[in-house]
T-cell receptor, first 114, second 111 residues
Framework: DTGVSQDPRHKITKRGQNVTFRCDPI?????LYWYRQTLGQGPEFLTY????????KSRLLSDRFSAERPKGSFSTLEIQRTEQGDSAMYLC????????????FGSGTRLTVV | GESVGLHLPTLSVQEGDNSIINCAYS??????FIWYKQESGKGPQFIID?????DKRQGQRVTVLLNKTVKHLSLQIAATQPGDSAVYFC??????????FGTGTQLKVEL
């Protein structure tokens, strides 16, 4: 296990379509985070899980967004009825401590909505 | 709302010079700060961190300074190399559950 893995790396979709991204954290990490990053900006927090429990969701996570971590290992982020404003890099991170200490990011999924 | 921001969007330095990247934050409850480096197409990479009970921390070629009085954070890179070219973000947290990032500074190292 060499780090946080995200799939796909790139996704181009038509407006109105649904997309799903996957994140595989570092295996011993019990916390998993999703962030969104637009060009030239810092990442913005979306949600995080401790094991399979989703403990916090940002206002940015509209009802078109849903995240799951069913077995406390990998996580998926689904966006329904995509809009052009959803175009961004979606980053996943994991940590093993009680907070952000030892936080490791994946390389992200670049979403382009056309 | 609370925010973390950077003073300079782009910083150009000559190879071998020292670089200083600055960051202002507004949440006085922040207790932990991290500097990240992000190269094109990659996720943020941890550089160095500092807790709020410290005012300086040194790593390999990097130093972070924290001034809680004026809510200011800086990253110093010694003997800047071409491989240091990237976007640098400061991030903060209070309570440790999520990070709030600034907008980033593009560091360009000129040969």
């Amino acid at each position: 296990d060499t780090g946080v893995s995200q799939d796909p790396r790139h996704k181009i979709t038509k407006r109105g379509q649904n997309v799903t991204f996957r994140c595989d954290p570092i295996s011993e990490h019990n916390r998993l985070y999703w962030y969104r990053q637009t060009l030239g900006q810092g990442p913005e927090f979306l949600t995080y899980f401790q094991n399979e429990a989703q403990l916090e969701k940002s206002r940015l996570l509209s009802d078109r967004f849903s995240a799951e971590r069913p077995k406390g290992s990998f996580s998926t982020l689904e966006i329904q009825r995509t809009e052009q404003g959803d175009s961004a890099m979606y980053l996943c991170a994991s940590s093993s401590a009680t907070g952000v200490y030892g936080y490791t990011f994946g390389s992200g999924t670049r979403l382009t909505v056309v | 709302g609370e925010s973390v921001g950077l003073h300079l969007p782009t910083l150009s330095v000559q190879e071998g010079d020292n670089s200083i990247i600055n960051c202002a934050y507004s949440n006085s409850a922040s207790d932990y700060f991290i500097w990240y480096k992000q190269e094109s197409g990659k996720g943020p990479q941890f550089i160095i961190d500092i807790r709020s009970n410290m005012d300086k921390r040194q790593g390999q070629r990097v130093t972070v300074l924290l001034n809680k009085t004026v809510k200011h954070l800086s990253l110093q890179i010694a003997a800047t190399q071409p491989g240091d070219s990237a976007v640098y973000f400061c991030a903060e947290t209070s309570g440790g559950n999520k990070l709030t990032f600034g907008t980033g500074t593009q560091l360009k190292v000129e040969l």
